[in-house]
């Protein structure tokens, strides 16, 4: 079996009502946006209001919080029902409890393998800024040691990055399959996809890079228009549930193999 990319693109019309559940996922990331950018607003036209800024941008920090974990929850039981329910459509929104429960249990098991990235780039930050501040105040014999530090610390984050952007992606399509969070750590199980399925996989990686670069692109295209900040949240939302997609594809295809 191999991905079907065109597939991927117009599942989602084939749900009677995805008009209405695409457009509550939009609504959800615009709503995403505005909690954020309400704290700025009141700290640019209240900036007396201390205290009363500080409450709001707790209070929006917890709302975008669960409303990222219902996003995220949707998105992987999409990809859920497209593995184990054949032809099954887009899930209902009103079930919101479960979908931030999902999404909780997506970003715990996602974070397991974004820290080292974190960590990484953090100690990279700090070679470079301890690099900096030297190159003005050591002798030239320790700024060479200190740039080779540098370099081997880039390398390592390099590493890591190459290695979660890999990596990652196959974890996440085990954790589809049963959205229990021990499956991010399942490694037989999620290699075992691999079983006659790698070429599979590298499509799967290059279609994400490819949809990411896409995303990317599309932000600051339409970030510059009132109708495409908009429509902004729609494209991305769509952009997800066609991974969501690609990875119930690529599952399917494991289990045939």
């Known amino acids: 079996m191999k991905l079907d ?39 640019l036209f209240t900036p007396k209001c201390v205290v009363g800024t500080v409450v709001v941008f707790v ?3 917890i709302v ?12 992987c039981e999409t990809a859920n029902k497209r593995i184990n329910y054949n032809n099954s459509m887009l899930p209902d929104w009103k079930d919101f409890g479960r979908h931030i429960v999902t999404g909780i249990k997506y ?5 397991i393998y974004f820290i080292p990235v974190v960590l990484v780039s953090l100690l990279l930050l700090f070679a470079i800024g301890q690099f900096s501040v030297a190159l003005y105040n050591q002798p030239v014999a320790y700024n060479a040691l200190n740039s080779i530090f540098v370099f081997f610390i880039g390398l390592l984050a390099f590493c890591v990055y190459v ?15 049963d959205l229990k969070i021990v ?14 399925n790698v070429s599979n996989y590298i499509v799967m990686l290059l279609l994400f890079i490819a949809l990411s670069v896409i995303a990317q692109f599309l932000f600051y295209v339409l970030l510059i228009t009132v109708v495409g900040v908009i429509l902004m949240p729609f494209i991305y939302f769509w ?12 599952i399917h295809a494991a289990k045939e193999n």
């Open 239 to 250: 952009l997800y549930l066609v991974m969501a997609e690609i990875s119930s594809q690529f």
């Open 59 to 61: 209070l929006c920090f």
């Open 163 to 177: 290695g979660f952007v890999v990596f990652c992606p196959l974890m996440m399509a085990n954790f589809f399959k």
């Open 5 to 43: 990319f065109e597939k991927a693109l117009t599942f989602v019309t084939k749900d009677p009502a995805w008009v209405n559940k695409t457009f509550a996922g939009t609504g959800i990331l615009l709503s995403i946006f505005a909690v954020f950018i309400l704290p700025l607003i009141m700290a």
């Open 183 to 196: 499956s991010f750590v399942d490694f037989k199980e999620a290699f075992g996809l691999l079983k006659g």
């Open 64 to 75: 975008s919080c669960v409303l990222c974990c219902a996003f995220a929850g949707y998105v």
């Open 107 to 111: 970003f715990l098991g996602y974070f």
